[in-house]
C-alpha cells in the first residue's frame, strides 16, 4: 500500500513522517522520498537571478524515482544516497529501504505527477497557514542550510510558494485527508497510525 504525503515547504511534511514512523517498525512503514532524487546541482535550471530553482518537476530524476516506486511494489529493497546538493555542510549517507507492506510517498510533485498519483492508493495533505509555513522554513533554511534570510525569502516568494499554487492546489480534489498542522497534528496523527494498523 503506498500512501502519498504532500504540503507546502514549511507545513510540517518531515516532522509529521518521523512521528508516524515512530510507532509502526520498518518492516511494517516504510519511506520514498523525493527528495532524494533531485538531480545534480549541474543539472539543476536557474531563474533570471541564476538562483537554482529547485522547485519545478525538471528539478528532480522522475524516471529513477518511479522506477524504485515500482520495486517497492514488488516487495523489493531499493538502496539510494540521500539527498544533500544544496547543503555543503552535509555527508551523503546510503539510505536502504526493506521490503514492507506499507510505504509512505513523500514529495512536492507527487500529486501532479500523473504516474506518480495513480499508483497511490490513499493521498494526504499536511496543511499550514502561509505564515506558519515561511517561519518554518526561514528556521529550516537558516539552521539546517546555512542560507542567509535574503536568500530564503527570495526563494519562497519564487520559488517555494509559486510552487504550491501550481504543484499542489490545482490537485486539492485528490486528496483523501487534511490534516491540519498550524499548531499540532497529534489527532491526525492518531488518526493516520489508526488506519495504517487497520492495514496492516
Known sequence: MLIGIAGG???????????LRGLFADTQLGLLSEDNYYKPRELQQTDDRGVINFDIPGAIDRKAFITDLRKLKRRLAVERLEYTYNNERATARKIRIEPAPVYLVEGLFILHDASTRHLLDLAVLIHASDDKKIIRRIHRDQTERNYPLEDVLYRYQHHVAPAYQKYIEPYLADIDVIINNNRHFEKGLAMLAAYIREQL
Open 9 to 19: 515547504s514549511g507545513a510540517g511534511k518531515t516532522a509529521f513522517i518521523n512521528a
